[in-house]
């Protein structure tokens, strides 16, 4: 079973561990692969979306475990009739049905995802699904977005001990506090929370990003992205302002058709996605309070105080012998004032850079 720690890190944000990856802004993205229901209900294409999961370089594989009758009705009342959005015409009973992962394929692709070097885990839609997960050891549960209001879910999967991701597509700010209070009463020690817009797909100017830092200050937790925008700019955006998980959907061909393939990311194009979220979050630097190592061969190219003429002991400073010129090995320009008109202690050449100690009198420090 995957363990969190509760040390702080990433400007006083708490980690959490899903198997041997710490996620926090102070580590790599962790980036999960949503199989979903891109499978197209074969275990095959299941497990082959696992093993070109590994080979873009996710850390982990994330499934869906729900039915049809877990989910709704198979009724054809008016409400259970989706009209909109990219499953229009299909009731809500026939998508799931579409959609679902056999729950006795998932002891298979547990096995094979451990086997290729993935995490996977699962997004549980009830309660039964919580204590099915739990029989595998699952490391970790989500909350997906439509069942953050569902506090008896949230319960369930918080008293499992397991990490917890919570996403928060449609969720107002306090709704998303209500969902992680009952997480937070249930036993949940370690949350990360994932801004996310429940849009499929979601246009890039409706992705609200800033949304991650937001919910930083808001919650103290850590904090991802659920992208279901249809390039990678979001992620890295998200990465840039502190997002240390990435949740993206992946397809083999979207060519192929089924349920998510209209927002996913062919294998190639998730590889570099884990390319460019990881390229953000070293762009971002983990030490914001020191300069770059990189620096240190270009302070020549300063400028500093440089005596330009041949001085004896007492000659005095005067603009003529000593200027503000590159290299920047002498006091910085800014001292010049302080400087005129002192006398030097020793004999000092041109092209000396400028220090206290040539000086007479106390130092300008």
């Known amino acids: 079973m995957s363990t969190a720690t509760g040390s702080s890190q990433g400007g006083g944000l708490e980690e959490i561990r899903i198997g041997s990856r710490v996620i926090s802004p102070s580590h790599p993205p962790y980036v999960i692969a949503e199989m979903s229901a891109n499978h197209n209900g074969s275990i095959d294409r299941a497990l082959q979306l696992i093993d070109a999961a590994a080979e873009a370089g996710a850390d982990a594989v994330k499934l869906q475990t729900y039915t049809a009758d877990t989910l709704t009705l198979d009724c054809e009342r008016s409400e259970f009739q989706i009209t909109k959005g990219p499953w229009k015409g299909r009731s809500l009973h026939e998508l799931y049905d579409w959609a679902h992962t056999p729950w006795d394929w998932h002891p298979q692709l547990f096995e094979r995802a451990q086997s290729v070097g993935l995490d996977c885990f699962s997004s549980p839609f009830d309660v ?8 595998l050891d699952c490391p970790a549960m989500k909350i997906a977005s439509f069942e953050l209001v569902d506090h008896g879910l949230i319960a369930a999967a918080a008293r ?3 990490p917890m991701l919570m996403s928060t597509g449609m969720a ?3 709704e998303i506090a209500e969902a992680m209070a009952v997480a937070r009463a249930s036993g949940a020690e370690h949350i990360l929370v994932l801004h996310c817009v429940s849009g499929y797909p979601t246009p890039l100017d409706q992705a609200m990003v800033q949304r991650v830092s937001s919910l930083q200050g808001m919650f103290g937790v850590p904090v991802g992205l659920s992208d279901h925008t249809l390039g990678s ?4 955006v998200a990465v840039a302002m502190g997002a240390c998980l990435i949740e ?3 397809t083999l061909r979207r060519s192929e058709g089924g349920p998510d393939a209209e927002f996913s990311l062919e294998p190639s194009e998730f590889s570099q996605l884990c390319a460019d979220v990881r390229e953000a979050w070293e762009a971002r630097g983990a030490d914001v309070q020191n300069r770059p190592e990189v620096e240190a061969s270009t302070r020549q190219f300063r400028r500093s105080l440089f005596v330009v003429e041949d001085l004896q002991p007492g000659d005095r400073i ?3 012998n000593v200027r503000s010129i590159r290299p920047g090995d002498g006091l910085p320009p800014k001292h010049l ?13 041109r092209g000396t850079p400028v220090s206290w100690d040539l000086l007479e009198g106390e130092s300008g420090h």
């Open 337 to 349: 004032e302080a400087i005129l008109g002192r006398g030097v202690r020793v004999p000092v050449a």
């Open 233 to 236: 700019m979001a992620s890295i």
């Open 172 to 174: 107002t700010d306090d």
């Open 248 to 250: 993206k959907h992946m």
């Open 318 to 320: 005067t603009t003529e």
């Open 128 to 135: 039964t699904a919580v204590d099915f997960l739990q029989s």
């Open 160 to 162: 499992t001990g397991r």
